[in-house]
């Protein structure tokens, strides 16, 4: 018995280290569409099944998943970036058991940084591919050479929108940015808010069916979570509602998501090479 338990482990222990993070970027056209609450319960939720969840607020501009989870950060990126100090000492155990690399918020952007600086940054986060099961970004909205240069990393980029005609059109700008950035890149469309049976639905149709005729973009369906109150208070209780509220609406919508992303709505590129690999490529470009 105890000859199987070990060989087991084994076994587990070797399937470990074969296989590699996957790397989801959550993302946005219009902002404010529930990306960061999203990302920091997905995490939490991943992280509940026993994943080795790191979720990296890439947000320079207005980082708060710290916020969200009510964790005072020592540091965070934008020391890395400054060279004060590595990947492994900014981060920090979140709640439920995933792990952050807080946002740079407003100190330091992206944008300005050297190309030299960004590969040390990409560099360090590519080591974390080999000791980790899922990486999380939250990358902030719209369109910038910031958001652009993580969803190129990615293995699946999950659109965020929410019901709204403003919502909806910057979403599709989004994918049509996206998508002839990084043809290959698998995208998805999460439907966030949702007040009525089957607005998520009609709303994924209405992207998909536009990116599929004007693009000749296949978007995946990554499904939709509820306008559900408790949202709101649990950011107001700097406390993450799925460990909070675990059966609210929104969590069971967090639940589903995380059963879709794993069953493959958006299946990683096998044989890409890694997240290090893809970004070389970039940089090489
Ligand atoms: N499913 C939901 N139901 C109700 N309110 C929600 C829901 N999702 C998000 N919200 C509300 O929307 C607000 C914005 O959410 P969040 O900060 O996660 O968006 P974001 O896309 O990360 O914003 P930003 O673009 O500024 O980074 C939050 O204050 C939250 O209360
Ligand atoms: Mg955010």
Redesign the pocket.
């Known amino acids: 018995m105890s000859v199987m338990i070990d060989q087991a482990s084994q076994l587990r222990r070797i399937v470990r280290q074969s296989t590699r993070a996957t790397v989801i970027a959550v993302t ?1 056209g ?11 319960n997905l995490a939490i939720k991943f992280a509940s099944v026993g994943k080795r969840v790191v979720l990296m607020d890439a ?1 320079l501009g ?1 980082a ?1 998943a710290d916020v ?1 989870c009510n964790i005072d950060l020592p540091s965070n990126l934008s020391h890395v970036i400054s060279r004060k100090r590595e990947l492994a000492d900014v981060m920090v155990d979140g709640p439920g058991g995933f792990r952050l690399i807080g946002g740079a918020s407003g100190l330091v952007r992206m944008i300005d940084l050297s190309d030299y600086d960004r590969q040390r940054l990409v560099t360090a986060l590519a080591e974390l591919e080999a000791r980790t099961d899922v990486i999380l970004i ?1 990358t ?2 719209g369109i910038s050479p910031n958001v652009l240069s993580f969803t190129r990393s990615a293995d699946q980029v999950l659109v ?1 929108t929410t019901p709204e005609p403003t919502a909806i059109t910057d979403a599709y700008a989004v994918i049509k940015v996206i998508s002839r950035d990084a043809p290959d890149r698998p995208l998805s469309l999460l439907v ?3 007040r009525q049976h089957g607005e998520g639905r009609l709303v994924y149709e209405r992207i998909a069916k536009v990116a599929r005729q004007f693009l000749s973009v296949h978007v995946m369906d990554a499904g939709f ?8 208070a ?2 107001r209780r700097r406390s993450p509602f799925l460990l909070a509220s675990p059966r609210c ?2 969590s069971l ?1 967090i639940s589903q998501l995380a059963m879709r992303l794993e069953r493959g709505v958006a299946p990683s590129l096998d044989g890409s090479g890694g997240f290090f690999n893809r970004m070389s490529r970039w940089f090489r470009k």
Do not use: F, R, T
């Open positions: 946005s219009k902002g404010g569409v529930g990306k960061s609450n999203i990302a920091v947000d207005l708060n969200l939250d902030g909205a965020v966030n808010q949702v979570i509820p306008s559900d109150p408790e949202v709101p649990a950011v609406p929104a919508g």
